[in-house]
């Protein structure tokens, strides 16, 4: 059982390097495979899942190096929920794309996939800091390759955009790491912790530099507002099963956020715990504005889907904000439901894109598609799930929100954002649904209609991927008692960091003396 935690990173590695050299002229060994490789990914995340919800930290250690010298991995209930939700994503994504043909549309799909899977899974596992760096880089790389998956003008224009984007934010998380290794001498996580928290007043500047500059790397990855330019265009230009897979990025941002910001520079670090806590309530909500007025003024559906997952990271923000036991265990409730809501929101725009020919996503009249009954009714549940309507899992996870910061002064500058743009986000919905859905245009037009586009679109297996993404939210809906009573747990746990940093690194950390270069005691 032991090894299964490394597995995670080893299988989608091995099945991507296989695909590539010896499966890249066959799609339907591809599919095979593929897909096979990701249900296997979704039962050990499970297994894992289920692993960590007694409570126990296990710690893998590679090459049986101790840290803080070797590379560890750690299995918690936080990373294991967040194993589990990308392997449900990443299943319902991949069937999505072999459904409606999108990854027979380039070179390398599924070798892209799962390089991707190994680099989000890696994120999730690692108890280093630059591993963290590496694993980011690595889901970044095939990203870039998914974003221009089929070419087009446009999208490519998006993923150069995109990449200098993320370049950018690369550049500065190596800075962050070296200032920070620069002061402490140690990038392992519980390592990191415990020298943080012993260094004395007058070396504390240039960490102060370094995690200011791993929030803004990790706000940048998030969407944050002012620092989220690239996600309009980017998702929006993107295939739709790629969009629906990168609805796990931006949580990986957050996840970041969460883990350093409670394990290494949490609440009662008194050197850095101003850093976090003062600017990122004010840009959670300026974000979640922002996100809900884009839905309403998006022209295509693209981008109104887009600007919806700004805004759910605006509300993940709010609640991640004020570093609290019972404020984190409503932003993990409403990652969950964010992630599932983005991927659904996504797939069903794809739907409408594959059935309108030239008129593609436009908030415009257009012809009556096919099949509009079922889309139109997946569409306006996705719509109800992301502007935080009941009875879905989005308006129960705002409660959970709002009344997780009553504890804050400004808690009803608070509800008041969220209240106001969930009236926004269904004005949005509510103006591009019966646009596109209801004033259809019936009258024969002067050019060449893309029938033959429109009829042959398939609708069986993306239709039930969309049921099921669907699904899982009224789950999710239905068992918000039991969840949020594990999702608390995890809280309790990230805030004990005590057992996180005995787990990984049992032994005294020594502090490391800037001026003379050496240690002033310890066992390392």
Not at 49 to 62: C, E, H, K, M, N
Not at 260 to 273: H, K, Q, R
Request: glycine share 10%; with cysteine; proline share 5%.
């Amino acid at each position: 059982m032991m090894h299964w935690i490394i597995l995670p990173i080893i299988l989608p590695a091995v099945l991507g390097a296989v695909t590539v050299l010896a499966l890249r002229h066959h799609l339907v060994l591809q599919r095979v495979f593929s897909t096979a490789g990701t249900l296997a990914l979704l039962a050990i995340t499970l297994g894992l899942l289920w692993q960590a919800s007694s409570g126990d930290i296990t710690v893998y250690r590679l090459g049986d190096w101790d840290a803080p010298f070797g590379i560890v991995l750690v299995l918690d209930r936080l990373s294991a929920l967040m194993l589990a939700l990308t392997a449900v994503l990443a299943l319902g994504v991949q069937l999505y794309a072999i459904g409606s043909g999108w990854d027979g549309r380039g070179w390398h799909f599924h070798a892209l996939f799962q390089f991707q899977l190994m680099g989000i899974c890696g994120a999730f596992l690692t108890g280093d800091a630059f591993n963290l760096f590496v694993f980011f880089e690595i889901l970044l790389i095939a990203s870039y390759g998914l974003m221009i998956h089929g070419g087009g003008r446009r999208r490519i224009r998006a993923g150069v955009q995109y990449v200098v984007y993320n370049l950018l934010g690369s550049t500065l998380f190596l800075f962050a790491l070296g200032t920070i290794y620069a002061v402490t001498g140690t990038l392992n996580m519980a390592d990191l912790a415990e020298r943080v928290a012993q260094l004395p007043a007058e070396d504390t500047s240039l960490l102060r530099v370094g995690a200011a500059l791993m929030l803004l790397v990790f706000a940048i990855k998030g969407a944050v507002l002012p620092l989220h330019f690239w996600l309009p265009e980017t998702y929006a230009k993107a295939p739709a099963p790629v969009a629906a897979l990168f609805a796990i990025m931006t949580k990986v941002g957050a996840y970041a956020i969460l883990r350093l910001y409670t394990l290494v520079f949490g609440p009662e670090v008194e050197i850095t715990a101003d850093i976090a806590g003062t600017w990122l309530m004010p840009a959670a909500l300026v974000t979640l504005a922002a996100g809900m007025i884009g839905i309403l003024g998006a022209n295509r559906l693209g981008r109104l889907a887009a600007f919806a997952s700004i805004g759910s990271m605006g509300t993940l923000m709010i609640a991640i904000a004020p570093f609290t036991p019972e404020a984190t265990a409503a932003a993990l409730y409403y990652m969950i439901h964010s992630v599932l809501g983005s991927a659904l929101l996504f797939l069903v725009v794809d739907l409408v894109r594959e059935r309108r020919g030239t008129d593609e996503d436009l908030v415009t009249r257009a012809r009556p598609i096919a099949q509009a009954g079922l889309i139109s009714a997946l569409f306006f549940a996705a719509a109800i799930t992301m502007a935080g309507m009941p009875p879905l899992s989005g308006f129960l996870g705002k409660i959970l929100v709002m009344d997780a910061v009553r504890g804050e002064a400004a808690w009803p500058w608070i509800w008041a954002v969220i209240l106001v743009t969930s009236l926004i986000a269904i004005v949005g919905f509510g103006r591009a649904g019966t646009t596109v859905f209801w004033k259809t245009d019936d009258e024969p037009r002067d050019e060449a209609p893309d029938t033959a586009r429109t009829i042959a679109a398939p609708i069986g297996l993306p239709a039930t991927v969309c049921f099921g993404f669907l699904g899982a939210i009224a789950l999710v809906t239905a068992l918000s008692g039991p969840l949020t009573v594990y999702l608390q747990g995890t809280a309790d746990q990230l805030y004990a960091p005590e057992l996180y940093i005995t787990a990984v690194d049992p032994q005294p950390a020594v502090i490391y003396d800037p001026a003379s270069g050496t240690g002033k005691g310890g066992d390392h």
